[in-house]
Every structure is written in C-alpha cells, then in structure tokens.
C-alpha cells in the first residue's frame, strides 16, 4: 500500500506547508484591538510584518481609499508623453510614502491609468490633493500698478457694457420678478463655482445660499462693476509701491471668475500678464476673501531646484516651509531676488497664488514660503511632501474614487465572517446526517478544503474581499458536490450487488471523469473573471479558482485515503 | 442508507414540449431584458452607468421620505434606500448616476452632503463610504464584463465541444444561455439593479449549471454505451436522468444553503448577488433535467443518426 502511503505523506506536508502559510493569519485575526495596540506600542515594525504576512484584507473589509487617475497625456508631446505615466506613478509613490501608508499599491491599469489603493488610510481630503495635484512651483513676479490700474479701467468698461446687455435682456422678460431672476442667475454661476471648488480640493459650503447681498448695488459697483469689488491691499511699508494684488468677497469670486472668461475681457489682458487666486480662502479684516494676484507670466524660477525642505512655526503663526537652493539654481536665484529686492514674488502651486511675500535681500542658498494666513499644518506637510517628490509630468484627473469608512469594513467582516460560519455549519450537518459515516469523511475533507484555500490565499498574499468571501462560501457548496457524485456512485454501484471495497474503488472512479469536467468549466470562468474583472470581483475569481482545484484534491487523495484505512468492508455506512 | 428519493422512473423527456414552452418565455425575457440593457432601459449600477454611492448614517432618526424629498430638489433622478441590517440604524444608501463629467460627479458629492448638512441640522450625516465612478470609467467596466462573458461562455463552449460531440455540445451551450437569460429576465422583471457583482454571479451560475448539465451528458454517455443493443435513445436520456437525479437535486440543495445564507447574512453588497445565484440554481437544475437533454432528444428524433 505505498500509495496510501504516499497520500498521507504529502497531505501530512501540505498541512505543515499550510500551517506554516496561514500562522500570522491565524495569529492577527485572534488578535483583540487592544493587543494590536499594545503590539503597536511596543514593536510597530513587528504587527507591520504580521500584517505583511498574513491575508491582506480588501479595502471593502478593512476601510481605506481607492482611487483611479487619468495621466492626461494628450497636452505632451509624442517624446515627452512617452514614459510620462511611469514617470507620474514614481511621483506619486513618494508622495504616497510621505504619508506614511502602511501598504500602499500603486498600478499601472490600460494606458494612461493608476491605480492607487491606500488601506486603512480614510483623510480622503487629503490623499486626493496628494495624489491629485500637478504641484508645479513657479516663482513669478507681479505686473506693476500702473498697467495693473490701467487694465482694471478696461476691464470695468467692457463689463459694464456687457452687464447693461444681460441685465436688459433679462428685465423685458421678467419685469415683475427682477429679484427672482437675478438670483437663479447667481445661483447658476454658484454652481459652476462650486464644480470649480471641488476640482481644487476646497469645499465651498454656505456659497450657494447667501444672495442677500448681492441685490444691493451701489452706484460705484453699478459704474466701476469690476474694480469695485477688488480691495487692493497688498501695499507693504510707506517706502514701498502698492502692488497689484486683490481682496475678493468670497461670494463676488463666481462673478468675477465669468467676468475675467469674457472673451473680450480675455482679449484686453496683455499676453505676458495672467491673473491668479490664492491657493485658499483667507481672512482679511474678519472678511473671508479670495485674493486674486496680477501676475507677470514669465516663470522666474522653478520649484525643481529646490531641496532640503522643512516645516515650521511661522513667527506670526502662519506655517513657513523652509528650502535650500540647489548649486544649480544658486546662481539664477540670487540674481533674481537681487534684481527685486523690495518687490514681492509670489509663489505659484499650480496656478495658484501660496503667497507672495517681498523679497529683504539677495537670497542665495536658502528661502522660506510663507503659507497663507488660513494654512493648515497639513497643508503645509502637504506642500513638503509635493516639493519632495517633485511635480507630476502631465495633470491628472480622478476618475473613480471609493472611500470604506473602519466601521463599514468591519460590518462587512462579521456578515461575511458569520454567513461562513453559518453556511459550513449547515453543510457539514446535511452531509453528516445524509450520508452517514461516510458523510463526516466528505465533512473532514471540506474542512480541509477550507484549511488549505485559506493557506494558499495566505501564500499568495491574495487580497481578500467582500466577494472573496462570497467565493469561499460558494466554493464549500460547489466543493462537496465531488463527495455527493461519488458517493451515489458507490451506492449505485452497491445495489449492482458489488462488495463494499469494490463499490469504493467503482464509484471513485467512474465519477473522476464527470468531477473533472464539471471543474474544468468552473475554472474557465473564474479565469475569465480574473482576467477581465476589477477589484473585488478578482478576489472572488481567485477564492473560487484555488477553492475548486483544492477540492479536487481532498476529494480524491484525502477523502480516498481515509476510506483506504481499511482493506476491506464488510458494511459501509453511507 | 438515507436516502431522499427512492429509485425514481420519471418521465421527464415526455413532458418536453411543457417544457420548451415555458424555457421559451424564460429566453424570451431574457432577450428582452438584454435589450433594454444594451439601449440603457434598465437600472445599471454605478459602476456601468457612472455615478455617485455615498453610504452614510445619520444620529437621529430620519425619514426616508424627508431625505428623499431634500435630494431630489436638486437631484430629480437621485436614488435613496434604507439599509436595514447595518451596525448603525438610521444608515441610506443614496445614490446619483450618469453624470456628464468626472468633475460633475464629484461635485456632486459634495452637493449631496452640504444639502444634508444645510437641512438636517443638528443631526449629522456620517459618511461610512463613498463611491465615486466617471463616465469613462463606467464604458471601460461595461466593455471589461462584456468581454468576462464572452470570453468565459466561448472557453465553456468549446470545452464542451471537445468534451463531448457536437449535439451535446450545442444542447449544453443552448442551456447554459438560456439560463443566464432567464435569470437576467427575471432580476429585470425585479427592477433590480445590474452591476458588476450581477455580472460576476450571472458567470458563476453559468458555471454552475453547465456542471450540472455535463453530469447528466457524461451519465448519458455512459448508458449509451451499455444500452446500445437495445437501441432505444429516448430510454437510456431518460434513464440517465433518473439516475442522477438525487446527486442533482442534493448538490442542488447544498449550493442553495451556501446562497440562501448570503442572502439573509452576507449583507447588503451581495444581497444581488445571491439572489442571482438563488435564482441560478433553481433554473440552472431545471434546465439540465428539462432543456439540455430534450433538446439532445428532439435533434435525434429528428434526424436520426446514432441508431438507425
């Protein structure tokens, strides 16, 4: 009986294999929270490793943040587009890094997607500005006064005109309800504005409702419509010029925003000027303003030669980001804060204005930015970790998102934990009660089954799903029908008047060609699942996949075996 | 021995022409239903029509109704449901679909939540998860599971041809389809909601009843061989039946606890799900005692060619 011998020999490997495999598992998912937490105390890269070895858990079971970019290469050109979307995954692999993610998995999917997966990390907020921004920095200068003025009486009587058009169309229609119409007017650009807050990242609440104020037009906004709502206030000291930059109620930006899309307005700004917006909202005189800058356009300086950076207190309790020039931009950097000094350089994160403080002095090796008066300290960690990993070569988009919330994931767990349980219960019961003696040798061989889907998920270091577990389940159902063929085989096969072992042989044999057929088909469709499905939907491909070519093995070595423990039968119980 | 039928004799061939009919209708649903699909009639989940989920829950008790009617002034097309079982009571799932743009959607979002914050003061919406896919996103998943289906019923069909001879092949094809047509019609007729978990079950089940098909076409294989000299088709299809028939209807009824247990407990992601698969394993046991045989049968009487 060598053969015998054999099967147990292997399968006696394959447990301790397994055991082995599915150990720190085992281990993590015992664990309570507060052992987790002590652990984490104590040694932080031991739980890391543990959970590194033991079956990951999806974002849908363990909460966390998945999201899709499009590199946008079309902008490129051919050499540059080439390359730009690996170029752009190593960026945001340090970003990510940054953040201090425990796993993150960044991919490549199709042509010109990434996929970023950051379980257990939930400041959704955060992670898409993170990953989101181009985090181009540019250092440019500000347009003087003068043309500034002169341009803002331009614009004020292009607007004015274009103003006394829509406000005459829209009274020869509604002449009763002035009021009306103008408000869902604003409300419309209210939406567009909120469209173009989200795409920043900021959250605009309380725009939408407030309309009050703007029905009270005063004879200045009424000649001036433009420059009337622009507070110049970026003056310095007595020694220094005013300079061109804005305070903007936060409420007038939609307006001016469509104004300054005119295309006569466009056409008035000179081609070498640009106007800017602050990065955020910021508070002026207990006001919440935009600030919006008048800008040279010509790029001064760029944030690539910058390094060492760090953050800090600021003295008037701002945040401040502290850089050093590299060699290669010393000598451009010195030059050009030498030839400014007194003037204000603003800082341009992807076309929006971090701040604009007056250059002291000629800088050469060392500089600080200034954030905005409303910074958070984690915009400003933000903003080290973009200038760490250097800006993206193309603008992205996100175009799926999915954000688990901790408390979804573990809900999920035990539904999917318990309908396990529940299911294996129930089926281990049925077989048992149905096929007798017999039928607890097919329940040890599931429970093997299960034992061993679980290592190998463990090995492979697959990610588990809420499907996944749909897959585990529908394998332990799909799994006893090998032992169910089998044995109405050998039944069949004992009313033919056959001896109890030969029956065991028959009925194992004659149903190995159907058992293998029907698992041929179940596993063309997991393949087909797996290659073409997303996420989830793999994790239940691969739960399925390993879970019927398993049961293919503890029915016919393991289950085979132990009715192999006796030579000879004089009953059977089945 | 426990056994639950006894040494059955069931003419099950004889009552082929029933069971065509009804097949028919089943099939004819189903088509329907595809159609109305493929023309964008019917409800797609988010990840093939593009959308916004946001699962959330609010502190105090809330209406269904009072939500519903908040969101729709804004959003005439939006989607709330209650979510029963959730750890949390007072817990919706509302959801937005089709938006024109990647930044629409979310911007939608964030609409959504200053809504509720703006009219349920005082009683916080917390947001358990958010979902948010893009048109473009949504046209590659439709494409990706198209071709899932393909893929895996072309592989299963030629599998089979291999397998077995031609009229089987074509027998258990036919089957295969019109299970997961007739399983299609009726989650439509449901006004259920297809998505990638449908598409991921509807596979499965397809799997599932293929299996149990080439159980009984091996049986039938088999018989054929030893009934030969007797000459007789019709009997020995219709003997195979019979003898598989408690594998059939115990493998049957063990796959339904598995589903029937994910229904009531594996919550509200694969409530779909395993509705599908419930749905499968009724039909998918159906058609292989009732639709792929007869059809073997039906192509034999008519052009004869194994016994003549």
Same mark, same amino acid.
């Given at each position: 009986?060598?053969?015998?011998?054999?099967?147990?020999?292997?399968?006696?490997?394959?447990?301790?294999?397994?055991?082995?495999?599915?150990?720190?598992? %085992?281990?993590?998912?015992?664990?309570?929270?507060?052992?987790? &937490?002590?652990?984490? &105390?104590?040694?932080?890269?031991?739980?890391?490793?543990?959970?590194?070895?033991?079956?990951?858990?999806?974002?849908?079971?363990?909460?966390?943040? $998945?999201?899709?970019?499009?590199?946008?290469? /079309?902008?490129?050109?051919?050499?540059?587009?080439?390359?730009?979307?690996?170029?752009?995954?190593?960026?945001?692999?340090?970003?990510?890094?940054?953040?201090?993610?425990?796993?993150?998995?960044?991919?490549? &999917?199709?042509?010109?997607?990434?996929?970023?997966?950051?379980?257990?990390?939930?400041?959704?907020?955060?992670?898409?500005?993170?990953?989101?921004?181009?985090?181009?920095?540019?250092?440019?200068?500000?347009?003087?006064?003068?043309?500034?003025?002169?341009?803002? &009486?331009?614009?004020?009587?292009?607007?004015?005109?274009?103003?006394?058009?829509?406000?005459?169309?829209?009274?020869?229609?509604?002449?009763?309800?002035?009021?009306?119409?103008?408000?869902?007017?604003?409300?419309?650009?209210?939406?567009?504005?909120? =469209?173009?807050?989200?795409?920043?990242?900021?959250?605009?609440?309380?725009?939408?409702?407030?309309?009050?104020?703007?029905?009270?037009?005063?004879?200045?906004?009424?000649?001036?419509?433009?420059?009337?709502?622009?507070?110049?206030?970026?003056?310095?000291?007595?020694?220094?010029?005013?300079?061109?930059?804005?305070? =903007?109620?936060?409420?007038?930006?939609?307006? !001016?925003?469509?104004?300054? /899309?005119?295309?006569?307005?466009?056409?008035?700004?000179?081609?070498?000027?640009?106007?800017?917006?602050?990065?955020?909202?910021? !508070?002026?005189?207990?006001?919440?303003?935009?600030?919006?800058?008048?800008?040279?356009?010509?790029?001064?300086?760029?944030?690539?030669?910058?390094?060492?950076?760090?953050?800090?207190?600021?003295?008037?309790?701002? $945040?401040?980001?502290?850089?050093?020039?590299?060699?290669?931009?010393?000598?451009?950097?010195?030059?050009?804060?030498?030839?400014?000094?007194?003037?204000?350089?603003?800082?341009?994160?992807?076309?929006?204005?971090?701040?604009?403080?007056?250059?002291?002095?000629?800088?050469?090796?060392?500089?600080?930015?200034?954030?905005?008066?409303?910074?958070?300290?984690?915009?400003?960690?933000?903003?080290?970790? =973009?200038?760490?990993?250097?800006?993206?070569?193309?603008?992205?988009?996100?175009?799926?998102?999915?954000?688990?919330?901790?408390?979804?994931?573990?809900?999920?767990?035990?539904?999917?934990?318990?309908?396990?349980?529940?299911?294996?219960? !129930?089926?281990?019961?049925?077989?048992?009660?149905?096929?007798?003696?017999?039928?607890?040798?097919?329940?040890?061989?599931?429970? %093997?089954?299960?034992?061993?889907?679980?290592?190998?998920?463990?090995?492979?270091?697959?990610?588990?799903?809420?499907?996944?577990?749909?897959?585990?389940?529908?394998?332990?159902?799909?799994?006893?029908?090998?032992? !169910?063929?089998?044995?109405?085989?050998?039944?069949?096969?004992?009313?033919?008047?056959?001896?109890?072992?030969?029956?065991?042989?028959?009925?194992?044999?004659?149903?190995?060609?159907?058992?293998?057929?029907? $698992?041929?088909?179940?596993?063309?469709?997991?393949?087909?699942?797996?290659?073409?499905?997303?996420?989830?939907?793999?994790?239940?491909? =691969?739960?399925?996949?390993?879970?019927?070519?398993?049961?293919?093995?503890?029915?016919?070595?393991?289950?085979?075996?132990?009715?192999?423990?006796?030579?000879?039968?004089?009953?059977?119980?089945? | 021995?426990?056994?639950?039928?006894?040494?059955?004799?069931?003419?099950?061939?004889?009552?082929?022409?029933?069971?065509?009919?009804?097949?028919?209708?089943?099939?004819?649903?189903?088509?329907?239903?595809?159609?109305?699909?493929?023309?964008?009639?019917?409800?797609?989940?988010?990840?093939?029509?593009?959308?916004?989920?946001?699962?959330?829950?609010?502190?105090?008790?809330?209406?269904?109704?009072?939500?519903?009617?908040?969101?729709?002034?804004?959003?005439?097309?939006?989607?709330?449901?209650?979510? +029963?079982?959730?750890?949390?009571?007072?817990?919706?799932?509302?959801?937005?679909?089709?938006?024109?743009?990647?930044?629409?959607?979310?911007?939608?979002?964030?609409?959504?939540?200053?809504?509720? +914050?703006?009219?349920?003061?005082?009683?916080?919406?917390?947001?358990?998860?958010?979902?948010?896919?893009?048109?473009?996103?949504?046209?590659?998943?439709?494409?990706?599971?198209?071709?899932?289906?393909?893929?895996?019923?072309?592989?299963?069909?030629?599998?089979?041809?291999?397998?077995?001879?031609?009229? @089987?092949?074509?027998?258990?094809?036919?089957?295969? @389809?019109?299970?997961?047509?007739?399983?299609?019609?009726?989650?439509?007729?449901?006004?259920?909601?297809?998505?990638?978990?449908?598409?991921?079950?509807?596979?499965?089940?397809?799997?599932?009843?293929?299996?149990?098909?080439?159980?009984?076409?091996?049986?039938?294989?088999?018989?054929?061989?030893?009934?030969?000299?007797?000459?007789?088709?019709?009997?020995?299809?219709?003997?195979?039946?019979?003898?598989?028939?408690?594998?059939?209807?115990?493998?049957?009824?063990?796959?339904?606890?598995?589903?029937?247990?994910?229904? @009531?407990?594996?919550?509200?992601?694969?409530?779909?799900?395993?509705?599908?698969?419930?749905?499968?394993?009724?039909?998918?046991?159906?058609?292989?005692?009732?639709?792929?045989?007869?059809?073997?049968?039906?192509?034999?009487?008519?052009?004869?060619?194994?016994?003549?």
């Amino acid at each position: 009986m060598s053969g015998q011998r054999w099967r147990i020999l292997i399968t006696a490997i394959l447990v301790v294999v397994g055991l082995l495999a599915f150990w720190d598992t %085992f281990k993590l998912w015992t664990m309570s929270d507060s052992e987790k &937490q002590a652990m984490q &105390q104590e040694d932080p890269g031991k739980l890391l490793e543990l959970q590194q070895s033991a079956i990951r858990l999806g974002l849908d079971l363990q909460g966390g943040i $998945h999201v899709v970019l499009k590199v946008k290469t /079309d902008s490129l050109e051919t050499k540059d587009a080439s390359g730009a979307v690996e170029r752009a995954m190593q960026v945001i692999r340090t970003r990510i890094d940054g953040l201090g993610v425990a796993e993150p998995n960044i991919q490549k &999917q199709g042509g010109d997607r990434i996929i970023i997966d950051l379980p257990g990390y939930t400041d959704a907020n955060r992670a898409e500005e993170l990953v989101g921004q181009m985090a181009v920095l540019e250092f440019k200068l500000l347009e003087s006064m003068d043309n500034a003025t002169l341009l803002l &009486q331009k614009v004020d009587s292009v607007v004015r005109a274009s103003e006394k058009t829509l406000t005459g169309d829209s009274t020869a229609q509604t002449t009763p309800a002035q009021t009306d119409a103008s408000a869902s007017k604003t409300d419309s650009t209210a939406d567009r504005a909120d =469209v173009l807050a989200e795409m920043m990242g900021k959250d605009s609440a309380g725009d939408t409702t407030d309309f009050g104020f703007d029905e009270e037009l005063t004879a200045s906004e009424d000649l001036n419509p433009f420059s009337s709502r622009l507070d110049q206030w970026l003056t310095g000291s007595e020694t220094r010029a005013p300079w061109p930059c804005w305070a =903007v109620n936060k409420r007038d930006r939609p307006r !001016i925003e469509r104004w300054l /899309d005119l295309p006569e307005v466009k056409r008035l700004i000179p081609v070498d000027v640009q106007f800017a917006w602050s990065t955020r909202v910021e !508070i002026r005189n207990n006001r919440e303003v935009w600030d919006l800058y008048l800008l040279k356009r010509k790029v001064q300086f760029v944030g690539k030669y910058l390094e060492n950076i760090s953050i800090r207190r600021g003295q008037m309790g701002g $945040h401040e980001v502290d850089f050093r020039v590299s060699s290669e931009g010393t000598g451009r950097f010195a030059q050009l804060t030498g030839a400014n000094i007194n003037k204000p350089l603003a800082v341009v994160l992807d076309g929006s204005v971090e701040s604009a403080p007056f250059i002291n002095s000629k800088i050469r090796g060392s500089g600080t930015i200034t954030m905005g008066g409303t910074a958070k300290i984690e915009d400003a960690v933000n903003m080290k970790i =973009v200038l760490e990993a250097g800006a993206l070569p193309a603008p992205v988009e996100i175009i799926e998102k999915n954000i688990v919330g901790a408390s979804l994931g573990a809900d999920s767990i035990s539904k999917g934990f318990y309908s396990s349980i529940v299911a294996l219960l !129930i089926i281990l019961i049925f077989i048992g009660v149905y096929y007798r003696i017999s039928g607890v040798i097919a329940d040890i061989g599931l429970i %093997f089954n299960v034992f061993f889907l679980l290592a190998v998920l463990a090995g492979l270091g697959a990610t588990l799903t809420m499907p996944g577990i749909a897959g585990i389940i529908l394998t332990i159902g799909i799994s006893v029908d090998s032992n !169910i063929l089998i044995f109405e085989r050998i039944r069949e096969e004992l009313r033919t008047g056959k001896t109890v072992r030969a029956s065991i042989d028959a009925g194992y044999e004659r149903a190995f060609v159907t058992i293998f057929d029907s $698992h041929v088909t179940t596993l063309i469709t997991a393949g087909a699942l797996f290659i073409f499905g997303s996420g989830p939907i793999r994790g239940f491909a =691969v739960t399925l996949f390993w879970g019927v070519t398993l049961s293919l093995y503890t029915a016919y070595v393991i289950t085979k075996a132990i009715f192999d423990v006796r030579k000879t039968y004089q009953t059977i119980s089945i | 021995m426990f056994r639950l039928l006894p040494d059955t004799n069931i003419n099950f061939i004889g009552v082929r022409r029933y069971a065509f009919g009804l097949s028919l209708l089943l099939v004819a649903l189903g088509i329907f239903a595809f159609v109305m699909i493929v023309a964008g009639s019917a409800e797609l989940g988010i990840d093939f029509a593009g959308g916004v989920m946001l699962q959330g829950h609010f502190s105090k008790a809330t209406s269904i109704d009072e939500l519903r009617s908040t969101l729709t002034s804004q959003f005439p097309e939006v989607n709330v449901t209650e979510l +029963t079982d959730f750890q949390y009571p007072n817990a919706f799932i509302i959801k937005t679909k089709n938006p024109g743009s990647d930044a629409e959607g979310r911007a939608h979002v964030v609409r959504i939540k200053e809504l509720l +914050t703006q009219h349920f003061a005082g009683n916080e919406f917390v947001v358990d998860s958010e979902h948010v896919i893009g048109p473009a996103v949504g046209e590659s998943l439709r494409k990706d599971a198209v071709w899932a289906v393909l893929i895996s019923l072309a592989g299963i069909l030629v599998y089979i041809w291999i397998r077995f001879d031609f009229r @089987f092949g074509v027998a258990a094809t036919v089957a295969t @389809f019109h299970d997961v047509l007739a399983v299609l019609g009726i989650m439509f007729l449901m006004g259920r909601e297809f998505n990638l978990l449908i598409i991921t079950a509807l596979l499965t089940l397809a799997g599932y009843s293929l299996t149990d098909t080439v159980v009984v076409f091996d049986r039938i294989r088999e018989n054929l061989k030893k009934f030969r000299s007797r000459g007789e088709f019709v009997f020995s299809v219709n003997h195979s039946i019979n003898e598989v028939l408690s594998r059939t209807i115990i493998t049957s009824m063990t796959v339904m606890i598995v589903v029937v247990t994910l229904f @009531f407990f594996g919550g509200e992601v694969l409530r779909d799900f395993s509705l599908a698969l419930i749905l499968g394993v009724i039909i998918g046991t159906y058609s292989s005692v009732f639709v792929a045989s007869p059809i073997v049968v039906e192509w034999e009487a008519r052009r004869p060619r194994r016994f003549k």
